[in-house]
């Protein structure tokens, strides 16, 4: 896709995202690549330029690789951090079910650069244990901004549950302990709005992934 392509379909997403805040409507979006993530959140400031909103991504990639020459799918959080917090604005971002092979030093490196907090796909587990060690984390980005922007890859998934994403990962996290972060997050009452993103039906089998992604989007309509 051409750039001018993929920045018109950005702005238009975001000018859609930006009259759902206005007019009190709960966005949940579906992807697409995950560039859907810079579009979404610049719709979500554009509406509420002087509140605060976190980000929460479920994934196996940062998605911090820097624009080299047209934006795309694993750019939208460098393209947000940078844009954002080089207009002096605070923008806390934090990653779930981040694998160790799938990400370069040098996204490691560029997490540390921008602070990004993190825990790896290992540290994913539903056990009351890591549950609780996962909410310390994510306490002090619920208590530091006025809304949470909440957004997931499906490409985070193990491939036991998830086949139709382009990175499939045996390694990635489960249907149940997304559910459960999900509901604790939820009840900080500060979700302001949510997507999914690379679902791809051509690697699909018998549907099994496009099953989830409906399940989780029945699922967030119940907790918002």
């Avoid at 160790?100 to 490196?109: A, E, G, H, R, V």
């Avoid at 540390?112 to 244990?129: F, T």
């Avoid at 994510?138 to 990175?167: C, H, R, W």
Wanted: aromatic share 10%; net charge negative; hydrophobic share 40%.
């Amino acid at each position: 896709m051409c750039r001018c392509n993929l920045e018109s379909c950005q702005n238009a997403f975001a000018l859609a995202i930006r009259h759902l805040i206005e007019n009190k409507v709960f966005p949940l979006a579906i992807g697409g690549g995950h560039d859907i993530a810079y579009a979404h959140y610049k719709g979500l400031k554009e509406a509420l330029p002087q509140q605060r909103i976190g980000i929460i991504n479920f994934d196996a990639h940062f998605d911090l690789r820097p624009v080299e020459d047209v934006a795309n799918s694993g750019t939208p959080f460098n393209q947000l951090l940078s844009e954002f917090k080089g207009k002096g604005e605070a923008v806390d971002y934090f990653a779930i079910g981040i694998q160790k092979q799938s990400n370069t030093k040098q996204l490691f490196d560029i997490a540390k650069h921008y602070n990004v907090d993190y825990i790896l796909s290992d540290a994913c587990s539903d056990s009351k244990k890591a549950l609780q060690q996962l909410q310390q984390k994510l306490k002090p980005i619920i208590e530091q901004n006025d809304f949470l922007y909440i957004t997931i890859d499906m490409d985070g998934f193990s491939s036991a549950y998830v086949s139709g994403v382009s990175a499939p990962s045996p390694l990635g996290f489960s249907p149940k302990f997304v559910y459960k972060v999900l509901a604790f997050l939820f009840e900080s009452k500060k979700v302001l709005a949510c997507d999914i993103a690379e679902l791809n039906p051509k690697y699909d089998t018998d549907g099994q992934s496009a099953s989830l992604a409906a399940k989780l989007i029945d699922y967030i309509s119940t907790l918002n």
